[in-house]
């Protein structure tokens, strides 16, 4: 893994339980977009625009990621690669990816992408078990008191 870095950012948008945050690499100096779960923030009542820190890996991909590629070839292919890169994104098709590839004790999830090269970077974790709610005992429950009308002397 490479070294964190915490960096300013703004927030983009807000997709489900997840914020994309829009922030300058460091390294080379290019806008990227980190997606970041709102389980892992601190304050988790933000709106597009607010300025956040979040931490981004120095290394742009590890030595020993693998790498699946697309090529676009033909007439419009640049707009169309574009409009893909858009879609999977922004648009949706990461949510059916990750849906669909996740499971047997993993997740998959998008830990950034760049719009200039055009790439898209995902995570392969290992899936956090759930953790087990701590049952409180159950107090005893109160026998109810029985109301009864008071008693009236009775007219002579």
């Known amino acids: 893994m490479g070294k964190t870095t915490r960096v300013a950012g703004q927030v983009d948008r807000i997709e489900g339980d997840t914020i994309v945050v829009v922030v300058k690499d460091p390294s080379d100096g290019e806008i990227k977009e980190i997606y970041v779960k709102k389980k892992l923030l601190k304050k988790v009542d933000l709106k597009e625009g607010d300025d956040v820190t979040v931490e981004i890996n120095e290394m742009a991909m590890e030595a020993n990621a693998d790498i699946v590629s697309l090529a676009f070839s033909g007439v419009k292919s640049g707009e169309m690669a574009k409009r893909f890169f858009s879609y999977l994104v922004d648009g949706g098709l990461e949510d059916q990816l990750i849906q669909e ?27 956090q078990p759930a953790k087990k709610a701590v049952k409180k005992p ?7 008191v029985k109301k009864t009308s008071a008693k009236r002397p009775k007219k002579r």
Request: aromatic residues 6%; charged residues 30%.
């Open 101 to 127: 590839l996740s499971g047997k004790g993993f997740t998959l999830e998008i830990s950034g992408s760049n719009k200039k090269k055009l790439t898209v970077t995902f995570q392969c974790l290992k899936e």
């Open 138 to 144: 159950v107090k005893a429950a109160k026998k109810p």
